[in-house]
């Protein structure tokens, strides 16, 4: 699964928001966020943008480490609590897998354990291996 995390550790937009793929193994994920200003909107909170962000990147590990190709079809969120300092972690566990579809849950808490968002994703798998780096 240590490939499976250098790949992703070539995820441009998600390194560039400052977030790291910490844990993997089959249909699980866990990216941890450190919550800096650049995160925060208007009211001083984490935006949902970088919530959203944080949980797709967790379901796309996840969802990658099975060794085949996997991409987005369909994922909601719900933001049920505010947080403005801290870290974030989210957590993807995989619910079902078939060979075409697969489907996540992915709970986003901050350092004390409170439950700040909840995602769900569903994920095509595609018929080709993933390419990872050697």
């Known amino acids: 699964m240590d490939k499976i995390i250098k790949y992703f550790q070539q995820e441009n937009f998600a390194k560039n928001s400052g977030m790291s ?5 089959g249909g699980y994920a866990k990216v941890k966020m450190e ?13 949902g943008g ?3 962000t944080l949980a ?3 379901f796309a590990a996840a969802s990658n480490s099975h060794g085949t190709v996997a991409v987005a079809i369909n994922c909601d969120i719900s933001f049920v609590k505010a947080v403005g300092e801290g870290h974030l972690i989210a957590e993807a566990k995989e619910t079902s897998i078939n060979p075409k579809i697969s489907t996540y849950v992915v709970n986003v808490t901050n350092e004390k354990g409170d439950t700040i968002a909840i995602f ?9 291996a993933l390419e990872l780096l050697e």
């Open 21 to 25: 793929l910490t844990e993997v193994s």
């Open 35 to 47: 919550i800096e200003k650049r995160h925060l909107n208007v009211l001083g909170t984490v935006h």
């Open 50 to 52: 970088a919530i959203f």
């Open 56 to 58: 797709d990147m967790a």
């Open 120 to 128: 769900n994703g569903m994920a095509y798998r595609k018929k080709y």
